[in-house]
């Protein structure tokens, strides 16, 4: 299987939750993808969504061991009705057999669409995103009822035999004088696999 497939969400969040596997990357998500669901405002630790990517599961079946890779975090969409500002992202669970480096974010006019997964080495079809503009520093600004043109990726290491998937992503951001962080669903499945054929 050396293609991007999906499964239909299912309109129930408990069933739509697992419902749609990436089934191999590089892939590129497009920024104009809507949230997927709503808010009931602006409270505490509830002003994000994190759309199609929290609906289901980023997958990779091709992983080697000793390389490293970009794993993008959900999108977020600021579901409640003032602006925020996100101030950091990470995932919340490390399998064992992968290592995080750092965290970055990019804007997705720099890169044509957001990285779910993709090679840090920049084989494939993915060109090497250590070249683009950071603004993981930044305070990056998320209108209302809008998403946001900046997301967050993961360099990891591959270390060994990988036991569960990377997974939770937590966001912390401001609203108003006020801070919160909040977690959103997410997994990124990494499998070792043979190399594909553009990225021996």
Same mark, same amino acid.
């Given at each position: 299987? &050396?293609?991007?497939?999906?499964?239909?969400?299912?309109?129930?969040?408990?069933? *739509?939750? *697992?419902?749609?596997? +990436?089934?191999? #990357?590089? +892939?590129?998500?497009?920024?104009?993808?809507?949230?997927?669901?709503?808010?009931?405002?602006?409270?505490?630790?509830? #002003?994000?969504?994190?759309?199609?990517?929290?609906? /289901? &599961?980023?997958?990779?079946? $091709? #992983?080697?061991? /000793?390389?490293?890779? !970009?794993?993008?975090?959900?999108?977020? !969409?600021?579901?409640?009705? =003032?602006?925020?500002?996100?101030?950091?992202?990470?995932?919340? $669970?490390?399998?064992?057999?992968?290592? +995080?480096?750092?965290?970055?974010?990019?804007?997705?006019?720099? @890169?044509?669409?957001?990285?779910?997964?993709?090679? #840090?080495?920049?084989?494939?079809?993915?060109?090497?995103?250590?070249?683009? *503009?950071? =603004?993981?520093? &930044?305070? +990056?600004? %998320?209108?209302?009822?809008?998403?946001? =043109?900046?997301?967050?990726?993961?360099?990891?290491?591959?270390? /060994?035999?990988? =036991?569960?998937?990377?997974? /939770?992503?937590?966001? !912390?951001?401001?609203?108003?004088? @006020?801070?919160?962080?909040?977690?959103?669903?997410?997994?990124?499945? %990494? *499998?070792?696999?043979?190399?594909?054929?553009?990225?021996?």
């Amino acid at each position: 299987m &050396d293609r991007f497939t999906t499964r239909p969400v299912s309109s129930t969040p408990a069933k *739509r939750r *697992r419902a749609v596997l +990436v089934a191999l #990357a590089p +892939v590129l998500l497009a920024a104009a993808c809507l949230p997927a669901g709503g808010s009931k405002g602006a409270s505490a630790g509830d #002003a994000l969504d994190g759309g199609m990517q929290s609906a /289901g &599961d980023v997958g990779y079946e $091709h #992983a080697q061991i /000793g390389e490293e890779y !970009w794993a993008g975090l959900p999108l977020p !969409w600021n579901v409640s009705g =003032h602006d925020i500002q996100i101030t950091k992202a990470e995932f919340t $669970h490390v399998p064992a057999g992968i290592k +995080v480096i750092e965290y970055r974010a990019f804007s997705g006019e720099d @890169t044509d669409g957001n990285v779910l997964f993709a090679r #840090a080495d920049g084989k494939g079809s993915v060109a090497d995103l250590s070249k683009v *503009r950071d =603004h993981a520093g &930044d305070r +990056v600004t %998320v209108k209302a009822k809008s998403g946001s =043109h900046v997301y967050y990726v993961a360099r990891i290491k591959v270390t /060994g035999p990988i =036991h569960g998937s990377l997974s /939770g992503c937590r966001f !912390w951001y401001t609203q108003g004088t @006020t801070d919160y962080q909040q977690q959103l669903d997410c997994s990124t499945i %990494v *499998r070792l696999g043979p190399p594909l054929k553009d990225e021996k």
